[in-house]
């Protein structure tokens, strides 16, 4: 019926806005699936730790395949039936995270091929809406190393990135599923960092950048977010923004 899907590089605070609207959600009587990529199913879950394991070293084109493989199990196991039952999807990162990571951040393969491997794997789904929580690279790695940090409240709220001012240290910005938190403090990669986190900043800067275009190539699907606003005022704009297609979706 609705999907709803949320993108952003590691450490961006996606994921707790995910559960935060699943359970927005719930509270309202609507019965969200929420799946994260790569994962939701058996297979998809057995590539993530494929995937994500630091020893293992993996071809881009490869990884590219892989990610997409597990994707092609999710769609086809739970995504779509979920949809032509009339559910609300949510899904922490869908085919834009394989855009910006390997088409972006490893540099591998044109714009229309990538569209093309989304369109199989997806069997032509799109997001209705994709939530794109930015945030300077820098700023995420910190998050990673030492603990994830919610900006301080005083923050200017809007929905669009500009203007860097300092971040406050409330550890309400936690990642709730704790999944790749790191917990060491100082430069490099903290012990708990996963595959991908252990890349370094320029491979983050042109994810962030490959985001970037992908939200201005489409505008009416995706919504651009600060994430260095707080994680309250990111759940209010990104519900407030749910209501509104929710309401788009009925008056139709
Ligand atoms: P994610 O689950 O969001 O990370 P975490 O739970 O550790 O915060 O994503 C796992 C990693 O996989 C993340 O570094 C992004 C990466 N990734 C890709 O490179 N390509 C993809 O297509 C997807 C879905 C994820």
Redesign the pocket.
Known sequence: MLLLSFEGI??SG??TQARLLERYLRDRGRDPLLV????GTELSERV?TL??QEDLAIDPLA??LL??A??AQLVADRVRPALQAGRIVLC????D??T???GG?RQLADPDWLNGLHRRVTQGIVPDRTYLIELPPSEAQTRRTTGRTDPSSAHRAGATSSGATSSGADPSGA?P?G??SGDASGAGPSPAD?R??TEDHRFYRRVADAYARLADAEPERFLRLDGRNTVDHLHKTIRADVRSLLKEKTDR
């Not at 994260?36 to 994962?39: D, I, L, S, Y």
């Not at 922490?92 to 085919?95: A, L, Q, S, V």
Request: hydrophobic letters at 25%; zero cysteines.
């Open positions: 590691d450490g996606k994921s994260r990529e790569p994962g993530r995937l994500l990884e590219m990610f997409s597990a994707r922490d990162r869908f085919y995270s394989t910006a990571y390997q951040g990642d599923s999944s790749s996963d991908m986190e």
